[in-house]
């Protein structure tokens, strides 16, 4: 049995899976609920003066639905196609999706219908 204690150098230099590391914990989470057709409706309002940093997404619907998060001026930067009954959608992106100063992010589904979203980040 071999006693000796080694210390993995590659974690740091390997090209092929580098370590991911992020500048600020994830400490703002919001969570909305919507039980009819949402057109471009404010989800996130940073801060004056702030900006959002999004981290992660979230989303479930008892039946299939379309959800469109948009940023300023209703530019779509993510559509979620849920396809099937009770499905679920999350991702946790490697690095911040990052938006201007004061740019709010808004959400369109394309049904009636019951849609939870949550969204993790921060405001810098």
Not at 4 to 22: G, K, M, Q, Y
Not at 64 to 86: C, D, E, H, M, Q
Request: aromatic share 8%; hydrophobic share 45%; with cysteine.
């Amino acid at each position: 049995m071999d006693k000796t204690a080694r210390i993995n150098h590659s974690v740091f230099n390997d090209e092929a899976s580098p370590l991911f590391t992020r500048e600020q914990a994830s400490d703002t989470i919001i969570f909305n609920a919507f039980s009819t057709m949402q057109t471009n409706t404010p989800i996130w309002l940073p801060a004056a003066g702030k900006r959002i940093c999004l981290t992660a997404v979230q989303t479930s619907a008892p039946a299939a639905i379309t959800v469109i998060l948009s940023r300023a001026g209703n530019a779509s930067f993510l559509s979620i196609v849920l396809t099937t009954a009770l499905a679920t959608y999350s991702e946790s992106f490697p690095s911040p999706v990052r938006f201007t100063a004061d740019e709010i992010i808004s959400l369109t589904t394309t049904a009636e219908g019951t849609v939870n979203i949550t969204l993790i980040g921060y405001e810098v």
